[in-house]
C-alpha cells in the first residue's frame, strides 16, 4: 500500500478461479478502514501477483511477481494509480516475492525462488544491472525460513 494525497492505494492479485490467471487490481481508502474496489490496473498474458508498488524520485514504480514470464518485471505509473507501463527486466528467471528498496546510493532487492532460495542482489541503479551479492544465498533450501525471513527483512527496510 502507498498514501498519496490523503488517499490510501492498496494493490493486489487478483485471481481467475476459472483460468487460474491473475491480474493486480486497486482499492482506495480514505481512512484505511473502508476500502473501494477500483479497477485491474495491470493484466499481462501471464500470472501476476505480489505487486511491490514504490516512489523514487517522484515517480510511483511497481515489481510484481512475474515468475511465470521468466523475469523480474519493473514497471512505472504513466498515470498514477491506474495506468502502468513496463519498463525493464530487471533480473532474468523464475523468482518470487520481491523485496526493492534504495539505501546509501545503492539498490538491494531480495527474493525467493521456487525450491526456497532467499537470494540478495544489488545494483548502483534502479534499472541496474543488477548482481547477486557475494554473501547470497542467503537461505538455501528452506522456503518456509526464506519466505519468513524476507518478509521480516522486508518490514525492516530504510526509506526510499
Request: overall charge negative.
Amino acid at each position: 500500500m502507498v498514501r498519496e494525497n490523503n488517499t490510501w492505494y492498496m494493490f493486489f492479485e487478483v485471481m481467475n478461479r476459472r483460468t487460474h490467471h491473475a491480474d493486480i487490481g486497486l482499492a482506495t481508502s480514505e481512512d484505511g478502514f473502508h476500502w473501494a474496489y477500483q479497477q485491474i490496473v495491470l493484466d499481462e498474458p501471464f500470472h501476476l501477483s505480489y505487486p511491490y508498488v514504490f516512489k523514487w524520485n517522484g515517480e510511483y514504480y511497481m515489481i510484481p511477481e512475474t515468475r511465470r514470464a521468466g523475469s523480474i518485471r519493473l514497471y512505472k505509473a504513466t498515470n498514477f494509480p491506474t495506468e502502468w507501463s513496463f519498463i525493464d527486466t530487471l533480473v532474468d528467471g523464475e523468482y518470487c516475492d520481491f523485496s526493492i528498496f534504495c539505501y546509501d546510493g545503492k539498490w538491494w532487492m531480495t527474493t525467493v525462488t521456487t525450491n526456497g532460495i532467499l537470494l540478495l542482489f544489488y545494483a548502483d541503479n534502479l534499472l541496474g544491472p543488477w548482481r547477486e551479492h557475494a554473501k547470497s544465498p542467503v537461505v538455501n533450501g528452506n522456503s518456509n525460513c526464506a519466505r519468513t525471513w524476507r518478509q521480516g527483512f522486508s518490514v525492516k527496510r530504510s526509506h526510499y
